[in-house]
């Protein structure tokens, strides 16, 4: 009988020519600020595409129209609508997942652990909120007070990523759990406060698409497709019934299966079960494995291990990089584009832009920091391990950065009116404003402490 070796070796693939291409954006894709850069990238993008001898041809696009139907059935919408109202629903689906998976085991898993970001997120939302109702008291603007509550994650979180390892781990992780609260509490304002009349026939269709998803969830069905499908008919449902069709997201990341249909134990066991009668295989005979068993085997191991990973994490990292990477650029292109020709300085010192600048500058790190010293005076909670107070302050200043949920909030506050230009602008000065100090801030801090 051939002695069979202790080890195999495995032959490197041979290298391709469009290995050299896909490499660096592999690369890209994996360092945790690569969304915050590509949405950075489309921003100005946009404000140059506006302002230059091709706007009318951005124009025109945003308002392009894209129909879809079946029989009599047909949604004819504009691209904007499509990119704000659709696309964004899967951005909001992705929000939900990552709320509900640091509910269950993460961050705001336990009230010990929760309390700080939880509070400080208060303090985030009600400051802003108020310093914006008291700008614009008694004016025609005085509902978009949800403006400038809102904290953009991904640019928050990219910057901390680029600061690197001068940055506490303890401060990315109250910075992730405190942006995680801001969404919830953006969720609720728009459900609430910027929803249409409310059709109860169609949310009452939209019910029956959540009692479906979660039988199924009881019932053990973990296949994506099952959600995926009843998350297309909430949508409709959603989008007739009054509420902002993008909260379908949220409510379908609730029902999503969260547990495994395998224990890692099993899974462990049953995967070297399986590798061991291969090997035992290839030790008695080698001819006697052929390239059916070896298939036959791994489509087992890959069912198995499709089983072992829970519905919710498995939605999560397939969403991940569409939403940072397609979804949301593809919102900033389409939002941030302003055009600044004729736009004079009288214009951002009117309630509007004043009440949403100085809300995202002022009201985010001045709550952000109250909220969270009186939650550790108060013995509600601490401060984590390696963060003092100065990191607290530059993280108040970075959770000013709204952008994203802002200028979404924007356009339902005010429409697609000059209203919503000016606050767009309002926003944009703001989040750079709050981006360039925060990091001021952290920077100092970190050479202090060095």
């Known amino acids: 009988m051939t002695q069979m070796p202790e080890q195999l070796t495995i032959p490197l693939a041979t290298t391709k020519p ?6 660096p954006f592999v690369r890209f894709a994996r360092i945790e600020a690569a969304g915050g850069i590509v949405l950075l990238a489309c921003t100005v993008a946009a404000l140059l595409w506006a302002n230059s001898p091709f706007r ?20 004819r919408h504009t691209l904007h609508f499509w990119i704000n109202d659709g696309l ?19 961050e705001l898993a336990s009230v010990r652990k929760a309390a700080l970001p939880i509070l400080a997120a208060l303090g985030g939302v009600l400051f802003p909120a108020l310093i914006y109702a008291a700008i614009n008291h008694g004016t025609p603007t005085a509902n978009g007070w949800g403006v400038p509550m809102a904290t953009d994650i991904a640019f928050a979180l990219g910057i901390l990523a680029l600061l690197g390892s001068r940055i506490p781990l303890g401060l990315k992780i109250f910075l992730t759990a405190l942006a995680i609260a801001d969404d919830i509490a953006a969720v609720l304002v728009i459900a609430v406060f910027y929803s249409d009349t409310i059709h109860y ?4 269709l939209a019910f029956g698409c959540l009692v479906a998803a979660l039988i199924g969830n009881l019932a053990g069905i973990n296949h994506l497709r099952f959600y995926l499908v009843i998350g297309v008919i909430l949508w409709l449902a959603m989008l007739r019934s009054g509420i902002h069709a993008t909260l379908a997201g949220v409510l379908l990341a609730m029902v999503v299966p969260s547990n ?4 890692p134990r099993d899974f462990i066991s049953g995967t070297v079960e399986k590798l061991s009668e291969l090997r035992t295989g290839l ?8 390239h059916s068993d070896v298939h036959n085997t791994l489509e087992r191991i890959q069912a198995v291990a499709t089983l072992a990973e829970p519905p919710l994490d498995r939605m999560e990292h397939h969403l991940q990089p569409w939403v940072s990477f397609c979804i949301m650029p593809l919102f900033a292109l389409t939002n941030a584009g302003v055009t600044l020709s004729g736009l004079h300085l009288p214009y951002l010192l009117h309630a509007l832009p004043v009440g949403i600048y100085f809300g995202l500058v002022i009201g985010k790190p001045l709550g952000i920091l109250l909220f969270s010293w009186i939650a550790v005076k108060l013995r509600l909670a601490s401060l984590p391990d390696g963060v003092c107070w100065a990191h607290i302050h530059g993280a108040g200043w970075l959770a000013g950065i709204g952008f994203t949920m802002s200028l979404f909030i924007a356009s339902l506050a005010f429409g697609y009116s000059e209203l919503d230009t000016i606050a767009r602008i309002s926003i944009l000065l703001a989040s750079t404003t709050a981006a360039i100090v925060g990091s001021y801030l952290l920077l100092k801090v970190s050479r202090r402490q060095t």
């Open 201 to 204: 026939g169609m949310l009452l």
């Open 18 to 23: 469009i290995d050299h291409i896909v490499r």
């Open 283 to 290: 030790q008695e005979d080698p001819n006697s494995i052929s």
């Open 56 to 75: 009318d041809f951005y124009n025109s696009l945003l308002h392009f129209e894209i129909s879809f139907g079946l029989g009599p059935y047909t949604l």
């Open 88 to 106: 964004m629903a899967i951005f909001f689906l992705l929000v939900g997942l990552e709320i509900k998976r640091e509910v269950l085991t993460g």
């Open 260 to 263: 495994s249909r395998v224990k």
